[in-house]
């Protein structure tokens, strides 16, 4: 795996894109409040819009209010492929409508945070965007289904543990 260094939006509202080599949206960024301070620990959230998603959110706002940790919030919310013109019209839109209810909670508990936005497939994308923002630790949600139902079902959070080299934190949901 090559692992490529990004550009993070620094200033509250920044939007940065990513594209492929024929020109095509293949990722968005999102920055909400001010950047964390340098050394803070950066933790990559996988998140997928559903009820899991929201666990996540608990996780956080948990870690900062209750036991005052401080760390950068990172989003990833990673998405199939488009077309070229399907990306340029929906992916932001899509996005946005979905992780909403996410950003919103986060405002609110004045969590600073980046939403990532990527295509593709979910393990390798999570793994990468970890390393290119160096990541900390990676926060993921699983349904709870056991060893044999996730080989057979190919787990998102069951790829991510072993290949991650950092620490991931799974969350039954």
């Not at 920055?31 to 956080?60: C, K, N």
């Not at 405002?107 to 990527?118: E, K, N, S």
């Not at 060893?147 to 991510?160: D, F, H, T």
């Amino acid at each position: 795996m090559t692992t490529k260094s990004i550009a993070l939006p620094l200033a509250d509202g920044d939007r940065h894109e990513q594209r492929d080599n024929i020109g095509r949206l293949v990722g968005l960024m999102f920055r909400h409040g001010t950047p964390a301070a340098v050394g803070i620990p950066r933790i990559l959230i996988a998140v997928d819009g559903t009820e899991v998603s929201d666990a996540l959110m608990d996780q956080v706002i948990q870690w900062q209010q209750q036991y005052h940790w401080t760390f950068d919030a990172h989003l990833l919310l990673v998405r199939d492929f488009l077309g070229k013109e399907a990306a340029e019209r929906l992916l932001e839109e899509t996005a946005l409508a979905d992780c909403a209810r996410l950003l919103q909670r986060l405002r609110a508990a004045t969590v600073a945070h980046t939403l990532h936005v990527l295509m593709g497939d979910p393990a390798p994308q999570i793994l990468e965007r970890a390393a290119a923002i160096g990541a900390s630790m990676i926060l993921m949600g699983t349904r709870g289904h056991g060893p044999i139902s996730s080989a057979m079902l190919g787990s998102v959070a069951y790829k991510v543990v072993h290949a991650a080299t950092l620490p991931v934190t799974l969350l039954r949901a």
